[in-house]
């Protein structure tokens, strides 16, 4: 009887979900226990509700696409695994919009360990890096900052991409990010965010002198 309500109860929130979210065991845990959650969804894998992807990890179909995307698996993953991830490399880039490749590998780092995983004809790799547990660090300062090292120490020397990424940056976000890179990060990496707000900084006076200059000039020909 509790096991037909924890089911009932399952299948009910996944039928909430859209279709095409991914969901891991642990995100069931405050219905059942993982073992009973593995059998609940296992029963609706074969009823059609659900896929698997991996272990532990399922999907609600969308009718669309065949698998779930790899950023989608690897949150379920981290969630799974209770790690702390952060896109890296060409997958950094994508996801901060400052590229359009789709990544052979989607690549992110961990305070959990070093793993790899392969479905569908879609690879995700997760490598260690103490980075990771830095908990003053927001979630967009931690992708900016993997975005600069997948650039590498020369971005300093391109303004162009600098100029980009500062794009990327709100007005009110550059307080935060200026604090959190200040003690957590490599030396180059400080050097390129205090760069890119000076950049910001110099930007926004210029175009401050241009809405002056266009309102005077406003000024000028409604007054003849």
């Known amino acids: 009887m509790v096991r037909n309500s924890l089911y ?12 095409g979210s991914v969901m891991a065991v642990t995100d069931f845990a405050s219905v059942a226990k993982p073992k009973t959650v593995s059998k ?12 698997k992807v991996l272990r532990s990890i399922f999907w609600r179909p969308d009718g669309v696409h065949s698998s779930p995307g790899p950023q989608q698996v690897a949150m379920a993953l981290a969630r799974e695994n209770n790690w702390e991830v952060v896109p890296s490399g060409k997958t950094a ?27 569908d004809g879609k690879r995700i790799s997760f490598t260690h890096s103490k980075a ?15 975005c600069l090292k997948a650039y590498g ?6 303004d162009l991409i600098l100029q980009k990424i500062a794009g990327k940056v709100q007005g009110s976000e550059w307080a935060d990010l200026l604090e959190e890179t200040a003690h957590s990060s490599a030396a180059w990496v400080k050097s390129a965010v205090k760069k890119m707000f000076r950049m910001k900084k110099k930007e926004h006076a210029f175009q401050t002198v241009r809405n002056d200059e266009a309102q005077g000039e406003k000024e000028f020909y409604d007054h003849r």
Request: hydrophobic letters at 35%; aromatic letters at 8%; a neutral charge.
């Open 40 to 51: 609940i969804l296992q029963r609706l894998e074969k009823a059609g509700l659900i896929q």
């Open 153 to 158: 120490k020369d971005i300093m020397e391109d």
């Open 132 to 146: 990771t547990s830095k908990k003053k660090m927001s979630e967009k300062t931690k992708l900016l900052v993997q």
């Open 8 to 19: 009932k109860k399952i299948t009910q929130t996944i039928l909430e979900m859209p279709e």
């Open 93 to 119: 880039l994508l996801l901060f919009g400052l590229s359009d490749e789709q990544p052979a590998i989607w690549t992110y780092v961990t305070d959990g360990t070093y793993r790899d995983y392969s479905y």
